[in-house]
């Protein structure tokens, strides 16, 4: 398991002073929430319990009730079903969805006679998570939400409730308190041969009600229905648990007992099974290796280290990561045993170029370095080392170039009136191929910053002059040998914001942003790739970039007007450790 940051956990003291959700508990920021090896504690935390409706109830009380009966731990909602009528107990479906929001209001009217009331549930939307337990913020700023809940008096003069909405009503607090955000965790579609990773699918699960169990429930249902179209699954149709409990035995292995279906997986299909398994449930329980047995026969066992083939981040341990430019070079943020930061060698440190953007590959074994000239005409694309370097593309206005995880770099081409999201690739004669993306219902002169995901199914674009941060999937088809890219379906991500300002990935499931909210100044945070959870850290004056780390133990990067290069220390102090310009990590 990754060990404990400094950093982390000072963001952990932050979190527990501002009560947010979903924090670190193991390995870097990037894996808040998310990574929680050491965390096994949800499952044996204290019970709370429903109460039952009081003899007497008024309708108002009755609904109040209700709605912190369903805050209980009860897998089955017993408790806050005495609450309802016969009949609407049985219609009513709470897994349909959960509003969240800031706050509860109530209003109890008399409904035209003495046995029949309406009691009316207000407040201010904060987000919404789906039968498939996917959230996602609410985009309309103090957008209202009114539920209806019809009581009539039953036997014994008591008001039962007759009549209300599926799913549950609560409170932000309250949501945080009962839901955890976790991933399940999918293999990327269309990857080169030999280039499979896991791809996280966030999603929020009742924190100490057989979470583990639940986990792999999720994992044999599919991926939410926003990343299903870019992702695939190792488990044959149908797969099912065949016992309900996972067991974790001593020797830190998860056996898993799935259904006859399972052994309907192809050659090396049961490993595949394994990983998305082991990624999985690893958050919730200290394991190190899942145990896969498919109806009555063991099928396979893989370790942490046999998985780390699909790890999401894939970076060669040792190598440097960091770099940012010094007047118009390329420089390693890693010191020389001189004390001093090395120049790249070759052309990008030499003097041969003069960039003012760069972006570094994410591929361990090639390390290369995209730069975008200060005329913003050529993108160039060279070697760490310095051996080769050769131009990509020459065209108007080029801006914000950043890789994806499979070796394809993007770039945003801004010329007036022919504004294009643009990805290149090279093959093995080294030609480079171009490819237009298009954008679903976004013009590509309203995007000013892109960054791809480590596993590049996920493009976070900076919309409408910085006004918006959107996340969007990444689509990939391949017709007639001539491939097509679609950044669809996107989504706020963190709708506060009314000015963002630069965005970095970190790692495949956070996003560190550098934006403010109304009437607010400038604020780095890190945020969930879904907006459910964001925690604040420290700004430096004249913020103008921000570079986080795929990988774990590696701080955070920052720029300023000032032209200073900064970086995230203890106690969330900001550290200037030399002169220059947009600091990058891979990605």
């Not at 952990?12 to 990574?35: F, I, N, T, W």
């Not at 770099?409 to 294009?420: F, H, K």
């Not at 941060?469 to 001539?482: A, F, N, P, S």
Request: aromatic share 6%; net charge negative.
């Amino acid at each position: 398991m990754r060990r404990i940051t400094p950093f982390l956990a000072f963001l952990c003291v932050l979190c527990a002073l501002g009560g947010c959700a979903s924090m670190p508990d193991s390995g870097s920021v990037r894996e808040a929430g998310k990574g929680g090896a050491k965390d096994q504690g949800p499952e044996q935390q204290v019970r709370v319990f429903a109460v039952p409706p009081k003899p007497g109830e008024d309708p108002d009380g009755l609904v109040a009730g209700f709605l912190e009966a369903v805050t209980s731990d009860e897998p089955d909602y017993a408790t806050a079903r005495a609450y309802l009528t016969p009949e609407a107990g049985n219609k009513w479906v709470p897994g349909r969805e959960i509003v969240v929001l800031d706050s509860i209001h109530r209003t109890a009217d008399p409904a035209g006679d003495d046995k029949s009331y309406l009691v009316s549930v207000t407040g201010t939307r904060v987000g919404t998570v789906d039968a498939r337990n996917a959230y996602e913020p609410e985009e309309t700023q103090n957008a209202q939400y009114r539920a209806t809940f019809r009581l009539r008096m039953v036997a014994d003069n008591q008001w039962r409730i007759t009549d209300l909405p599926d799913g549950l009503i609560l409170t932000k607090a309250e949501f945080h308190r009962i839901y955890r955000s976790v991933n399940t965790y999918w293999f990327a579609s269309a990857m080169p041969v030999g280039r499979d990773k896991l791809v996280p699918d966030p999603v929020y699960l009742r924190s100490r009600v057989g979470l583990a169990t639940a986990l792999v429930q999720q994992l044999l249902d599919g991926p939410t229905e926003w990343l299903a179209p870019v992702v695939d699954t190792a488990f044959p149709a149908g797969t099912r648990l065949a016992q309900r409990t996972i067991a974790i035995e001593d020797n830190r292995t998860a056996r898993v007992q799935l259904d006859a279906a399972a052994r309907r997986t192809p050659p090396k299909g049961c490993d595949r099974m394994a990983a998305q398994l082991l990624y999985t449930l690893r958050q919730v329980s200290g394991i190190d290796t899942v145990s896969i047995v498919g109806g009555d026969s063991p099928m396979c066992s893989l370790s942490q280290d046999d998985a780390a083939q699909y790890d999401p981040i894939q970076s060669k341990s040792g190598s440097p990561m960091g770099y940012f430019i010094g007047k118009g070079n390329v420089v390693n943020i890693v010191p020389s045993p001189g004390g001093l930061p090395p120049v790249l060698p070759g052309p990008f440190g030499d003097g041969t170029f003069k960039l003012d953007q760069i972006a570094a590959s994410r591929d361990p074994f090639q390390r290369r370095i995209a730069g975008v000239e200060s005329t913003g005409r050529r993108l160039i694309v060279g070697d760490v080392d310095g051996h080769e370097a050769k131009d990509w593309l020459d065209s108007g206005s080029l801006s914000s170039p950043t890789w994806d995880g499979r070796g394809v770099l993007w770039v945003l081409d801004r010329t007036q009136g022919a504004e294009r999201v643009l990805a290149l690739s090279e093959d093995d004669r080294k030609q480079i191929t171009v490819v237009s993306v298009a954008v679903q219902n976004i013009e590509a002169s309203r995007i000013t910053g892109i960054r791809l995901s480590p596993d590049g199914t996920r493009a976070a674009l900076i919309v409408d002059n910085g006004k918006a941060l959107r996340l969007g999937r990444v689509e990939r088809h391949v017709t007639g040998g001539q491939v097509s890219m679609t950044i669809a379906a996107t989504r706020s991500v963190v709708p506060s914001l009314v000015e963002v300002k630069a965005v970095s990935w970190n790692g495949p499931d956070r996003l560190a942003v550098l934006g403010k909210e109304d009437q607010g100044a400038l604020q780095p945070q890190i945020v969930d790739i879904d907006g459910g959870s964001s925690v604040s850290i420290a700004s430096v004056n004249g913020m103008l970039h921000i570079a986080a780390p795929d990988g774990p133990d590696q701080p955070l990067l920052a720029d300023s007007s000032e032209d200073n290069i900064y970086r995230l220390g203890q106690g969330n102090n900001w550290t200037k450790v030399y002169s220059g310009t947009y600091p990058v990590y891979p990605g």
